[in-house]
């Protein structure tokens, strides 16, 4: 090779290797802010945060006062209205779209699966803040005027669960959160179930009928059992958005800063506090105080949904380990 | 009862209690599209979409929200999505099984199910508090930290998707890993990529909490980055909230449009990647 074409071609090269750490460090940067993204978020919030936790210290957390005019607030309420909420929300939502994977993995003809997954996997993601107008539009009303008085007629009586189901029919409360929550997460939870029992490979599934199981016994017994780390992943993913959700909770709920025995009352979540009143906080101690709400809300969603995702990824391995 | 028959009813109820569930939540989930279809339907008309939102009482439009919905979502992706592709392709490409990958995939994951509204006040902290005011800019910003980490997901996916020969074919022939992810990784992970801005898309233009306090809301005709804009979520959220029939009707016609849109986009997003995939594959 004579001295020109070396010349051309270390330049050649030193262009590429260039090229190679510009872009290699592109990623690398990108790559680490996303690592920072958290990171900035819980500085940003704690920082925000720190006023009404200095001043208010534990008391933030268990008590319930919430007192703008006095300037004295506790997140006791709130933290109730959203664990509450989101609990009933998964009693109704986990039992319904178990039934749906079952359905869909299961007992479904073929020719209907492909438009009902479909179909389910669209509706997950329809925003939430439809979901929320139609609860205050639709679901609020009918409430009110039929199921509401027919629960306070039927269920405010009994000794144990009475005061569950007891006060004037508001329409709009905690337990037209909950079903309006239920909704929302519904499609979502379906499709993840749908997709960690479509993991269970099919010679496990055979080897069931083999023994003469029945079908519900397949599912109950292998499914089940084999896909139960994904199934509750899938469930605590969907409790990660319901404890989380705004919108859909936002319309229905009430905005009441109080804890009420009863379900058909109106109460308050973390995050419809914080839509609610933070463009209007007035002073530097209420906007700081919503702020530590959603310190709180961060806490508690971010230990769920790190569960959530760990468990999720340990089923990811193991399917990976058994191809 | 004999076993076998108690069997044989346990397998039949519990199937028919699946079948009910599922009939149950497709009933639901048919009723809320049914009102906002038909509710929403009733208040489009030309006006929709040339006039501005009205004062309480009178007739209008949402062209000023449409146009501000828009702006910010396209910003917003211009914003998330390059660091969003560039991430992913650090995780498929360069970072692959290491600590930090792990780490970053692990975070992300959990950024991907955050609650928004946590987002908005972060970007309230960070952007709108030092300038003073509410903006679009702040309102862009909060929809790019939504849009990253669902771009992240779909680039890390669809990359790894890409198969190791062609790669290898590339690296033997001399070629960096830059100019084999840009000459040939990137190109045939096109639909994928695709389909993971398409989904970026839809998940931003329906969020609503974390524009409450960043871009705020405006009743009149903006262009002004540096000034709060009006845009379609938080429309739909105060007029849906007010006494006014005008305005709950507004609110309707403008949920009607977003979930029109998303619905779209997501279907375009199977679209893009169930007929473009195969197509390359078979060539």
Request: net charge positive; proline share 5%.
């Amino acid at each position: 090779m004579d001295q020109l074409s070396l010349a051309v071609e270390s330049s050649h090269a030193r262009r590429q290797r260039l090229g190679e750490r510009l872009f290699a460090s592109a990623t690398l940067i990108a790559a680490v802010l996303v690592l920072a993204l958290l990171g900035g978020v819980t500085i940003a919030l704690v920082n925000g945060a720190w006023p009404a936790l200095a001043r208010f210290q534990l008391g933030f957390v268990t008590r319930s006062i919430w007192n703008p005019v006095t300037e004295q607030f506790g997140a006791l309420a709130a933290v109730y209205g959203t664990i509450i909420t989101s609990l009933i929300a998964m009693l109704i939502a986990v039992p319904v779209s178990f039934g749906v994977a079952v359905f869909l993995t299961e007992l479904s003809p073929r020719w209907l699966k492909r438009p009902v997954g479909v179909a389910i996997e669209l509706l997950a993601a329809v925003p939430s803040i439809i979901f929320g107008i139609w609860g205050l539009f639709v679901l609020a009303p009918i409430l009110q005027e039929t199921v509401e008085p027919w629960l306070i007629g039927l269920l405010g009586p009994l000794p144990a669960i009475g005061p569950l189901f007891r006060g004037p029919p508001y329409g709009i409360g905690v337990l037209t959160a909950a079903l309006v929550l239920a909704i929302m997460v519904l499609p979502f939870i379906s499709s993840v179930m749908r997709d960690v029992f479509e993991t269970v490979p099919d010679v496990l599934k055979e080897s069931g009928y083999g023994l003469g199981a029945t079908t519900w016994e397949v599912v109950w017994q292998v499914v089940v059992p084999h896909s139960r780390v994904g199934i509750v992943g899938g469930i605590m993913l969907g409790l990660g958005r319901a404890l989380g959700e705004t919108m859909a909770v936002t319309f229905v709920i009430g905005n009441a800063h109080r804890i009420s025995s009863s379900l058909l009352a109106p109460g308050t979540t973390i995050s419809a506090s914080i839509a609610n009143e933070f463009t209007e906080a007035v002073g530097s101690l209420y906007t700081s105080s919503l702020i530590a709400l959603g310190v709180l809300l961060f806490l508690i969603t971010f230990s769920v949904i790190a569960v959530a995702r760990f468990m999720l990824l340990r089923l990811e391995r193991r399917a990976l380990s058994s191809v | 009862m004999s076993r076998s028959l108690r069997r044989k009813v346990t397998n039949a109820l519990a199937l028919a209690l699946s079948a009910v569930a599922t009939v149950i939540g497709l009933t639901c989930l048919a009723a809320i599209l049914w009102t906002l279809v038909s509710d929403g339907l009733a208040g489009v008309s030309g006006h929709l979409f040339t006039d501005m939102t009205p004062p309480p009482g009178s007739a209008g439009g949402l062209l000023n929200a449409i146009y501000g919905s828009a702006a910010l979502t396209v910003i917003g992706i211009l914003i998330g999505a390059p660091i969003g592709i560039l991430a992913g392709t650090y995780l498929a490409e360069y970072g692959r099984e290491t600590r930090l990958a792990g780490v970053i995939r692990f975070i992300n994951d959990v950024l991907l199910s955050a609650p928004s509204i946590i987002v908005g006040l972060f970007i309230y902290q960070v952007v709108v508090v030092p300038v003073g005011h509410f903006s679009a800019v702040a309102g862009a910003l909060a929809l790019a930290v939504i849009a990253i980490p669902v771009t992240v997901r779909t680039t890390e996916d669809m990359l790894r998707l890409v198969p190791q020969g062609m790669k290898d074919a590339s690296t033997a022939l001399g070629a960096y890993p830059w100019r084999t992810i840009l000459g040939v990784v990137y190109p045939a992970a096109r639909s994928g990529i695709v389909t993971g801005l398409l989904l970026a898309i839809a998940r931003v233009s329906g969020e609503t909490a974390p524009l409450l306090f960043t871009a705020l809301n405006n009743q009149f005709w903006s262009t002004d980055l540096a000034a709060p804009i009006a845009n379609l979520p938080v429309v739909i959220y105060q007029f849906a909230m007010s006494p006014y029939p005008e305005w709950q009707q507004l609110a309707w016609s403008g949920a009607l449009l977003i979930t029109l849109t998303i619905l779209l986009l997501s279907i375009a997003a199977r679209f893009v990647l169930a007929v473009l995939q195969p197509a390359k594959r078979s060539r």
